[in-house]
């Protein structure tokens, strides 16, 4: 009876891990893809604020801002370049470390300059995103 209960047990955790997996999967084919740029190639010129999001496409949260970065950075393209970074991939590593992450969600604000001036971690509604650009006289182009 109790190596049916653990045959039992095998199944199910077997089962729910590939699901989750199928579904993970799923969800991230579906998204589209935030631009990715580095920090030398970021001012061309007009933008006059860097949003710099330091998440996982597996982080939940994380998961939850994507269309919160994809809106900003189509209402607010002339002036607002949208970076995404994956810290849990290797070549996002780099960028956890140069912005100090200690929890993803991360939003990491720079002026025109590249000089940090606000910073968030967690879900940030984007009407709050919307706030903190009319604090630099950021308008939307839309």
Request: hydrophobic fraction near 40%; charged fraction near 25%.
């Amino acid at each position: 009876m109790r190596t049916v209960f653990k045959i039992f047990l095998i199944i199910i955790f077997t089962a729910t891990a590939f699901e989750s997996a199928k579904s993970q999967t799923t969800s991230q084919n579906s998204k589209q893809e935030i631009t990715v740029a580095t920090a030398d190639s970021m001012n061309n010129g007009n933008v006059k604020v860097t949003f710099i999001e330091l998440g996982s496409v597996r982080c939940v949260p994380c998961q939850q801002m994507q269309p919160v970065l994809q809106s900003i950075g189509e209402k607010y393209a002339s002036q607002v370049k949208v970076v995404f970074y994956d810290i849990w991939k290797p070549e996002g590593k780099a960028y956890a470390a140069k912005y100090n992450v200690k929890m993803i969600p991360s939003q990491v604000f720079l002026d025109e300059n590249g000089k940090e001036f606000f910073r968030h971690t967690g879900f940030y509604p984007e009407e709050e995103i919307v706030k903190l650009l009319d604090t630099k006289q950021i308008k939307s182009d839309k």
